[in-house]
């Protein structure tokens, strides 16, 4: 590949080159790296995106933006120096020539499409209108399938898959919907209580006692992966995690109110665990906000990080919408699912929002740029 401008057809004869007749314009450079170029060579890349998308290329762990970059010089490509297309005068053809490139830059998955499938299938109960089924407008899909719909590396789509707490269910990757999920822990909780399990769940067994009642025993053992702690998840048993099964409780709470008078909350969220297991006010990070400057009137109102959007620019402009001005206690249980490949929290921070002190010793407060 040679570079140079714009010159006369009689300059780059005079350099030994000759602009085939029938050269080419259609080919696409890509820039990259020596590590990424071994990932092209053994194992291949994908580029993803459909009419209304922007195009990505994943390899099997990342996903790469793209950028068209226009450059001020020609690039002539021609054949190797043993290739066939020289002349007799010793002259080689220009085969293709090229004004732009494409760049790339390491991006976090785009999952729109991922959660859009999953919800429309997600696995119901019966209670819920469906069977477990899942609903009509769209079927399950397969690992592959997702694959190839979604906007990320292999490796990427499998922690999303993790993260959203799917299972694979009949060959076809699922979410249990929140009604069907808490039903089956507080069944499961109800059983581990009967049998004297304790926090201890043998899955098997666990799974066979409520297939009297209905359950179907994988959608049983897959709840008591979720909520078991995951450092002690065995093949055979799991320990169930104080705060997940907490969490599920508080959620509840907050579905039914959206705004509680702190005490009040705390009372019906103890009152409604399992015997042994104790609240936390620090297990809410990520879930509620605490209004109030102390004592009767202090509020919890309803803020799960789940229902925020993923964009950062979207994430912080709806969080200021709620707030203008955040402590960052407060602030950073939003931000720590926000994924930007060479971004921390901090960095997003300076990007998105502004510092300020209301007096020299005071706290530090966060409002819009």
């Known amino acids: ?47 993803k995106g459909s009419a209304d998308q922007e195009a990505v290329l994943c390899t099997g762990k990342a996903t790469y933006a793209l950028k068209h970059v226009e450059t001020t010089n020609t690039l002539y490509m021609v054949p190797s120096s043993d290739s066939s297309c020289q002349t007799d005068t010793g002259k080689v053809c220009v085969k293709a020539t090229a004004a732009a490139h494409l760049e790339m830059s390491q991006m976090a998955p785009q999952l729109k499409d991922l959660d859009a499938v999953l919800q429309d299938t997600e696995l119901r109960g019966e209670d819920e209108g469906t069977s477990t089924s899942g609903r009509d407008s769209r079927p399950p899909m397969t690992f592959d399938e997702l694959l190839s719909t979604t906007q990320a590396s292999a490796a990427e789509l499998e922690v999303a898959l993790q993260e959203r707490g799917a299972l694979e269910y009949d060959g076809c990757w699922r979410l249990m919907s929140g009604a069907l999920l808490g039903d089956t822990l507080e069944v499961l909780l109800l059983t581990a209580a009967q049998h004297g399990w304790g926090s201890c769940i043998p899955l098997a067994e666990a799974g066979q006692a409520m297939s009297t009642d209905g359950f179907d025993p994988r959608l049983t053992v897959h709840c008591a992966r979720l909520h078991a702690q995951p450092d002690r998840t065995a093949d055979d048993a799991v320990t169930l995690d104080t705060r997940k099964v907490c969490l599920h409780f508080a959620r509840k709470l907050l579905t039914e109110r959206k705004q509680w008078p702190l005490d009040d909350f705390k009372e019906a969220w103890q009152s409604s665990i399992p015997e042994g297991m104790t609240v936390d006010r620090a297990m809410l990070k990520g879930e509620a906000l605490i209004e109030g400057s102390g004592g009767a009137e202090e509020s919890l109102i309803s803020l799960s990080i789940a229902k925020l959007p993923s964009d950062p620019c979207a994430r912080f402009a709806r969080l200021f919408a709620l707030r203008p001005r ?36 005071g706290p530090v407060l966060y409002s819009a740029r």
């Open 1 to 47: 590949m040679l570079e140079n401008g714009p010159a006369s057809l009689a300059r780059w004869q005079d350099k030994g080159l000759l602009l085939d007749r029938a050269v080419r314009q259609d080919w696409r450079l890509l820039e990259i790296d020596e590590k990424l170029l071994q990932e092209v060579i053994y194992n291949g890349v994908t580029i």
């Open 326 to 361: 955040w402590v960052l206690p407060d602030l950073e249980p939003y931000l720590a699912d926000l994924q930007i490949p060479g971004r921390s929290a901090e960095a997003l921070l300076l990007t998105y929002a502004r510092a300020s002190q209301d007096q020299a010793n």
